[in-house]
T-cell receptor, first 115, second 113 residues
Framework: AQKVTQAQTEISVVEKEDVTLDCVYE???????LFWYKQPPSGELVFLIR??????QNEISGRYSWNFQKSTSSFNFTITASQVVDSAVYFC????????????FGTGTRLQVFP | DAGVIQSPRHEVTEMGQEVTLRCKPI?????LFWYRQTMMRGLELLIY????????DSGMPEDRFSAKMPNASFSTLKIQPSEPRDSAVYFC???????????FGEGSRLTVL
């Protein structure tokens, strides 16, 4: 069965600190997708990234970076030099090849960045 | 461009009443999803449509819940009769077909007393 675990319920950092949000997934499929979404205080979820299971290359987008490691079934998200605007709940999600539209979300990590 | 539009943003109702939540997806998106978010169960997919046709409704909790998409620009999620355990934030999302790249609305917060 597919499952996404975000063990960190809440993280607090001070502005300019780096922070890593952990995500561990379970799936029996060899083909799958992984995602990160951001839910700011306004409520709507915002898509950040999609990764397919055949692409383990790490990705960097500005202050955001993602580390995908199939060996440990992890897809971690790092924010470098965090800012107050990064405060949000971050969700990791998984979908499988047979049903790529059905996202299984983790429970989320609430990140608070203090000035 | 307008995003996904949901109404009402907040709804407070009494147990047993009918509740209708509405969603207008982004124009041109041919997938539409209804999610529910609660503290206890997190984000759950209730149902999704492709080209107005329901594809997977396995997440709909019970017969009290129903969803329709009469045309490409409108969908409803109805709960009849409502119960206190239905209290949650209900999100609508739409998608162009790129796997998992959903555009969410701001949600409808439902409170059933």
């Amino acid at each position: 069965a597919q499952k996404v675990t975000q063990a960190q319920t809440e993280i607090s950092v001070v502005e300019k600190e780096d922070v890593t949000l952990d995500c561990v997934y379970e799936t029996r499929d060899t083909t799958y997708y992984l995602f990160w979404y951001k839910q700011p205080p306004s409520g709507e979820l915002v898509f950040l990234i999609r990764r397919n299971s055949f692409d383990e290359q790490n990705e960097i987008s500005g202050r955001y970076s993602w580390n995908f490691q199939k060996s440990t079934s992890s897809f971690n998200f790092t924010i470098t030099a965090s800012q107050v605007v990064d405060s949000a709940v971050y969700f990791c999600a998984l979908s499988e090849a047979g049903n790529t539209d059905k996202l299984i979300f983790g429970t989320g990590t609430r990140l608070q960045v203090f000035p | 461009d307008a995003g996904v539009i949901q109404s009402p943003r907040h709804e407070v109702t009494e147990m047993g009443q009918e509740v209708t939540l509405r969603c207008k997806p982004i124009s041109g998106h041919d997938y539409l999803f209804w999610y529910r978010q609660t503290m206890m169960r997190g984000l759950e997919l209730l149902i999704y449509f492709n080209n107005n046709v329901p594809i997977d409704d396995s997440g709909m909790p019970e017969d009290r819940f129903s969803a329709k998409m009469p045309n490409a620009s409108f969908s409803t999620l109805k709960i009849q009769p409502s119960e206190p355990r239905d209290s949650a934030v209900y999100f609508c999302a739409s998608n162009l077909g790129l796997p998992g790249e959903l555009f969410f609305g701001e949600g409808s917060r439902l409170t059933v007393l």
